[in-house]
């Protein structure tokens, strides 16, 4: 009876970092939270306390605990552009591929993709993109998102961030980031959240924290406070208000307490690190992108996919160019990344 569950986390391991338990402080600050009675909506001690946080860690900001990600990047879409705006987003973008087309139904904009060599949009891309303006027949462009990190596991350094944002704000548009795995972003450039947000000129952000141990939980955080006015109504007709909010944001507190962010995000990294180190030397592999967080992303020969995936479970990302990706997080451990090594040496070997 053991093997199974054993053998379930082992075929789960590198599929994604939402697989990955809630850490353990993060379950301390829930049962914390979780004596007595308390307001409802956001109007309880854990969100006047993670508000505080969030000004302390961004700046003057306007924070709102959402349930999740998705939730958190259409309504803060929808809160800063009409229906007949678009937003220009990097091809590879969570909004753009793994969203089920919410943002374009709830916020009922236009998403103008780009295709990147690395997930990431550049100054150039933006302004070729930035047509039409005034034009009544044409959609008008009102934002331009960022993922960071992308989805390709690349990360936008502060520089290129401030770069995006001088031209959105050239052309009268916002920058919204996709913060999913912030805390990734921030470590491996080892810089604080605010260096690679606020200091950049970044107007709005979806502020992850599910990927980073948390139960679930993020916040959609306005730096322009002016853009936060509607945002109470857009969240409640989003579905995306708690009522025992509580819990949301006591997680969210505890994920900025102590910088318990860059802990569990710094091993995440540290682990794709080691795992790309080694799946390299290990030959007849490629790693497809600088890994620059906690995505490792990877050329597999078929047969040593394929041999693979009847111990491991992972996503094939480009099935044509046989590239597969392998996430780590907080809960990953060096064993687990060897067992991994060892099992990819195995399959070359009797490919």
């Excluded at 089920?100 to 103008?112: D, H, M, Q």
């Excluded at 997930?119 to 027949?137: N, S, W, Y």
């Excluded at 322009?224 to 997680?251: C, H």
């Amino acid at each position: 009876m053991s093997e199974g569950p054993a053998r379930e986390h082992r075929l789960v391991l590198f599929a994604s970092d939402n697989y990955a338990g809630v850490h353990p402080a993060v379950l301390a600050a829930i049962a914390a939270a979780n004596g007595g009675f308390a307001p409802a909506y956001g109007d309880d001690d854990w969100t006047l306390a993670l508000r505080e946080r969030m000004r302390e860690v961004f700046g003057e900001v306007d924070v709102f605990p959402v349930f999740n990600g998705t939730g958190g990047n259409v309504t803060a879409l929808a809160t800063v552009m009409s229906p007949f705006e678009a937003v220009i987003c990097a091809e590879t973008a969570h909004i753009n591929v793994d969203e089920c087309g919410a943002p374009e139904r709830f916020a009922g904009c236009k998403l103008v993709d780009l295709p990147t060599a690395d997930g990431k949009l550049t100054p150039e891309l933006v302004r070729g993109a930035v047509v039409g303006l005034g034009d009544q027949h044409h959609v008008q462009p009102r934002v331009v998102s960022i993922t960071q990190p992308t989805e390709l596991g690349t990360v936008y350094t502060p520089a290129e961030t401030a770069a995006l944002a001088a031209v959105a704000h050239t052309a009268g548009l916002l920058l919204h980031v996709d913060g999913a795995r912030l805390p990734n972003a921030a470590a491996g450039l080892d810089t604080g959240l605010r260096e690679i947000t606020a200091d950049c000129g970044v107007d709005v952000l979806t502020f992850g924290g599910t990927k980073s141990g948390l139960l679930g939980g993020e916040a959609v955080v306005f730096f322009r406070r002016d853009l936060a006015e509607r945002y109470v109504f857009v969240r409640k007709q989003g579905m995306q208000l708690a009522s025992k909010m509580r819990f949301v944001s006591a997680q969210l507190l505890r994920l900025l307490e102590d910088d318990l962010w860059r802990e569990t995000a710094g091993h995440a990294n540290a682990m794709a690190q080691r795992l790309a180190a080694a799946a390299a030397a290990a030959g007849g592999v490629r790693i497809a992108y600088p890994v620059q967080a906690n995505a490792v992303f990877v050329a597999l020969p078929e047969a040593v996919k394929d041999r693979l995936l009847e111990d491991y479970r992972f996503y094939t990302w480009d099935e044509q160019a046989g590239v597969v990706r392998w996430m780590c997080s907080w809960q990953t451990t060096p064993d687990d990344v060897d067992r991994l090594v060892t099992a990819l040496r195995e399959a070359a070997a009797a490919a």
